[in-house]
């Protein structure tokens, strides 16, 4: 009963350096959504996909792309890893438009 | 105005007692509204979720939806030192089931 995973579960980057985070849900979601959690700042929405095929912008997408692989599958990219986004990042999933989300253990990313 | 607002706390209750958590939200067409508790350096966990007007209980935890006046609350009754921890409000802003999360309410239960 795995829910949401994620890997790695921490990572420390250089200042430009790439890397890719991964996400995947078994629970036969449409919708799967990035975030990432700075203190005093909340969880901010990076981007999300509604639907297999299909990905939007959220709140802060800069410095980041995704790739919806498939619909277990969800990718976040860092091309050229900033300080700024040293973070805790998650990942989590939905059933549909109303329902709720369900979150991975994160990411805690560390950039250097 | 933030979308979504919660007092950031602390917010401190001896053991055994109400804690009660506030929040409200902007967007009059909101229709899903969910409860998250996240402990240190943990997930955020989904504890309680409410969909119309009134209360709803499960277990120890109430939820309490009054759309009118824009408000959310969860009461926890006999509070536990576990159940210590930041409590998230999150709405559902109905585009593409994105939800708006409040800052979170950190509460501490002293035994």
């Known amino acids: 009963n795995a829910g949401v995973t994620q890997t790695p579960k921490f990572q420390v980057l250089k200042t430009g350096q790439s890397m890719t985070l991964q996400c995947a849900q078994d629970?036969?979601?449409?919708?799967m959504y990035w975030y990432r959690q700075d203190p005093g700042m909340g969880l901010r929405l990076i981007y999300y996909?509604?639907?297999?095929?299909?990905?939007d912008k959220g709140e802060v997408p800069n410095g980041y792309n995704v790739s919806r692989l498939n619909k277990r599958e969800f990718s976040l990219r860092l091309e050229s890893a900033a300080p700024s986004q040293t973070s805790v990042y998650f990942c989590?999933?939905?059933?549909?438009?109303?329902?709720?989300?369900?979150f991975g253990d994160g990411t805690r990313l560390s950039i250097l | 105005q933030k979308e979504v607002e919660q007092n950031s706390g602390p917010l401190s209750v001896p053991e055994g007692a109400i804690a009660s958590l506030n929040c409200t939200y902007s967007?009059?067409?909101?229709?899903?509204f969910f409860w998250y508790r996240q402990y240190s350096g943990k997930s955020p966990e989904l504890i309680m979720s409410?969909?119309?007007?009134g209360d709803k209980e499960d277990g120890r935890f109430t939820a309490q939806l009054n759309k009118a006046s824009q408000y959310v609350s969860l009461l926890i009754r006999d509070s536990q030192p576990s159940d210590s921890a930041t409590y998230l409000c999150?709405?559902?802003?109905?585009?593409?089931?994105?939800?708006?999360f409040g800052q979170g309410t950190e509460l501490s239960v002293k035994p």
């Open positions: 629970m036969n979601h449409n919708s």
């Open positions: 999150a709405v559902n802003i109905n585009q593409g089931g994105k939800l708006i």
């Open positions: 996909s509604a639907s297999e095929g299909t990905t």
């Open positions: 409410i969909y119309s007007n």
């Open positions: 989590a999933s939905s059933g549909g438009r109303s329902q709720p989300q369900h």
């Open positions: 967007d009059r067409g909101s229709q899903s």
